[in-house]
Nanobody
């Protein structure tokens, strides 16, 4: 499956952005999907994930209450709604697809994902 992330941009602190990940080549209905981010000079970190069925989601503490992940298996897309953005949310955001996650911890682990899209840059100004 090929993944294409979009929706990044420049926003002021307190603003909102909606990132979208469009899949092609294969339906994402059988994949668990995740969003990760990487700020300059930092390691890639987990942001949010959603089970293939949509009935389980997981969020990093940094985004709880502010970020919402959703998926539309008919449209083959996964979105990340980000509200109340902070300067520390500035990073390149990546979507990823993985399968056969046996534990909740697997959703948070980048190495468990098989396919990655290119990043979309989010810049939050103070």
């Amino acid at each position: 499956v090929q993944l294409q992330a979009s929706g990044g941009g420049l926003v002021q602190a307190g603003g909102s952005l909606r990132l979208s990940c469009a899949a092609s080549g294969r339906a994402i209905s059988g994949y668990n999907m995740g969003w990760f981010r990487q700020a300059p000079g930092k390691e890639r970190e987990f942001v949010a994930a959603i089970k293939w069925s949509g009935d389980f989601t997981s969020y990093a503490d940094s985004g709880k209450g502010r970020f919402t992940i959703s998926r539309d298996n008919l449209k083959n897309t996964v979105d990340l709604q980000m509200n109340s953005l902070k300067p520390e949310d500035t990073a390149a955001y990546f979507c990823a697809a993985g399968s056969s996650f046996a534990t909740s911890g697997a959703y948070r682990t980048a190495s468990r994902y098989d396919c990655w899209g290119q990043g979309t840059l989010v810049t939050v100004s103070s």
